[in-house]
């Protein structure tokens, strides 16, 4: 019987197979990972920019909740006692101001916003925030309340059942609470009654808003609506605003025009910030931040002051009198540390170099504010 001979060209044309699969699998590795280093700081249009225009109205009204556990106001506020005598005459019931007590009611202020394109008929979110002392407005019933727009009109008429998001508990030795007990919403808790005068599809020209001015980002975008515009519709007047005019085949309906543009991806640019919060010991670190070359070191000096007092006491018989002597020692500690060469061209370099001097956020703040004076910070250093 003959012997099975080894044929070499099936391993090969396997190993050929698995090469090429491999080879396939880098280039989309590659081509994924260029797609998400391009893309990763593109924004939207719609994201850094808003529409001239389309802004939020400020609405706001004073009314009474009812309903409360003897959380409401006390007596001595006169207004909410005022607003119940003025409320009940108006439903035909005539009281003696003198006779109410106030404690199962609270005077509120209700505020809304209320969109542009917000129509009669359609709802809003309300808050409700207590005017007077009560504690809480928990279980609460928001009474029928007109919401009044900057011009004095009454645009929303607001009512129904307080939701919040906390509790207080009281007893005679202890209280516990969570969160604020005298601010609630109502979800869908204002009927709109009037709308805004504003024609969104008869303007001529749209004004686009950029949240953060910049004069690279303005130009960026100005290129990118042209493009996809095919013409020259846009035009920046400064670092922050773009003139849009309406090409002719959009005129009486934006809507369109807006939706194929606000998705245009932009890379905004911005300058170099770093932004200090001194109450909490935050620092935000902009990623175009650099610094400079320059040698540090931060070292902190700590004294530690004791008190205490020892008592000198008399023999037996001696006539002497019992005192008290103090004594103070004070200590002092200061961490010696070494120069320390940091040189970030980069963010990463710069957080390694910090964070290699065992700076903690307080001492960061410190260095940043010293490199800044120094002028080896290449960033704008804003402090809240």
């Known amino acids: 019987m003959a012997t099975p001979r080894y044929i070499p060209h099936h391993d090969t044309a396997l190993t050929s197979v698995i090469a090429r699969a491999g ?56 207004f909410t006692i005022q607003s ?29 916003q209320m969109p542009a394109s917000a129509r009669a008929g359609s709802t809003l979110d309300i808050h409700v925030s207590s005017l007077g002392d009560a504690t809480s407005l928990l279980g609460g019933e928001l009474l029928l309340t007109p919401l009044k727009g900057i011009d004095g009109n009454i645009y929303a008429i607001a009512q129904g059942s307080l939701l919040l998001g906390g509790f207080s508990v009281a007893g005679a030795g202890a209280t516990a609470q969570k969160n604020s007990t005298t ?4 979800p869908n808790g204002a009927s709109i009654e009037r709308e805004v005068p504003f024609d ?14 910049d004069f690279s980002t303005v130009m960026n975008m100005v290129g990118k ?25 959009h005129k009486g309906n ?27 010991g935050t620092v935000v670190l902009g990623q175009d931040v650099q610094l400079s070359r320059v040698a540090i070191t931060h070292g902190n000096l700590q004294i530690l002051v004791t008190e205490s007092a020892q008592v000198s ?60 004076a120094a002028g080896a910070l290449y960033a704008d250093l804003e402090v809240i």
Do not use: H, W
Not at 87 to 112: D, W
Not at 254 to 279: C, F, G, H, M, Y
Not at 333 to 361: D, I, S, W
């Open 23 to 78: 080879l396939m699998l880098l280039v989309c590795l590659a081509m994924f990972a260029t797609f998400f280093t391009v893309g990763a700081n593109a924004a939207r249009i719609k994201d850094i920019a808003s529409v001239s225009g389309l802004r939020n109205n400020q609405l706001v009204g004073y009314g009474l909740v009812v309903g409360l556990s003897g959380t409401g106001d006390k007596r001595g506020s006169e």
């Open 84 to 112: 119940m005598v003025n409320m009940l005459e108006k439903l035909g019931v005539r009281v003696q101001q003198a006779a109410l007590k106030p404690k199962n009611v609270a005077a509120v202020m209700v505020t809304a």
């Open 183 to 186: 601010v609630a919403i109502i």
């Open 200 to 213: 969104f599809n008869s303007q001529s020209s749209i004004t686009l808003n950029l949240k953060t001015p």
């Open 225 to 249: 609506i042209n493009d996809t515009l095919s013409g020259p519709f846009a035009q920046a007047s400064d670092a922050s605003t773009i003139k849009l005019n309406v090409p002719p085949q």
């Open 254 to 280: 934006l809507v369109p025009l807006l939706a194929s543009i606000e998705n245009i991806e932009i890379t905004p640019q911005s300058r170099a910030r770093v932004v200090v919060d001194e109450k909490t």
């Open 313 to 372: 006491q008399p023999l037996p018989f001696s006539e002497g009198q019992t005192v008290v002597v103090p004594d103070t020692t004070i200590a002092t500690q200061e961490q010696n540390r070494k120069l320390k060469m940091v040189e970030g061209a980069t963010l990463q370099e710069l957080v390694q170099g910090l964070n290699a001097l065992g700076a903690t956020p307080r001492d960061l703040i410190s260095v940043l504010r010293t490199l800044q």
